[in-house]
């Protein structure tokens, strides 16, 4: 298949993956693969889109914007790999890029003096990393760790910074993803305080889920618990539990979750009422 084939078929993507499956069947051809492989760096949103399914419009804040205002930030998008561990930044590193996520998963960590940490955010196609930029605190408040391996879409911060001055869709989307980020931040605060492990777990598992196409994850124990900021002990005895009721099932880092429902039984009113909060944002009256 020509590349010129391949971006002519771009254009007729559409915003949701489900509706471009058909498409991405005939794109993901060893030709295809030979013209541009998962993991290759500074790719143009126009040349990466349709292939393996890595469509800047499967973020849902770019989604949103209108034509105009997607169209003018295209050619500065980056398609970029984000591999499970890796740093997106330091707490108090500066940071040159804004990442739009669309199938990984970036935890928001804060570290303490003693090497211990917490998960204080949950970031995936939902939104956005690096707020920090638009916000006007220049470094980051928190470490910014993959937690999901995947794909994303990173924006230079001179062109962010010029786009969000002009006061149009792109500035209304990120100051209404930031006061969703703040809330989730405030209610894992008091969830961590006030709500027994399993229910942190089960709470965890579920807003991972959410910014996950199936339902496995990819994960150890000892990362939950690290996240969590509790005992490894701790989750394994909460995970075997889950198990033992048929809820999930884990082996070898990968966890399954096998029903949902129960899941979302289990947990505390947080992850309802995040849940709320995160829908929230894109469900009111479209940005113009």
Known sequence: MAMTQVLNSCSNLKKSPKSNAAMLSVLRVDNARSLIRPGTQNLTSLRIAGLYGHNPLQNQLLAALPAEDFRRLQPHLEFVAMPFDMTVC????????????????????????????????????????GVNLFMGGGKCLNRATVKSAGYGFRLKASVLTEEFSRGGALQQLLLRYTQTLLAQMSQIAVCNRHHSVPQQLCRSLLLTLDRLPGNEISVTQSSIAAMLGVRRESIAEAAGKLQEEGLIQYARGHMTVLDRAGLEARTCECYKDLKHEDSGVLSKQKVS
């Not at 804060?110 to 955010?121: L, P, Q, R």
């Open 90 to 129: 330091e707490a108090d590193g500066e940071m040159r890029y804004i990442y739009f996520l669309t199938s990984s998963i970036v935890s928001l960590l804060h570290d303490m003096k003693d090497g211990s940490s917490a998960e204080t955010a949950v970031i995936g196609n939902d939104g956005v990393v």
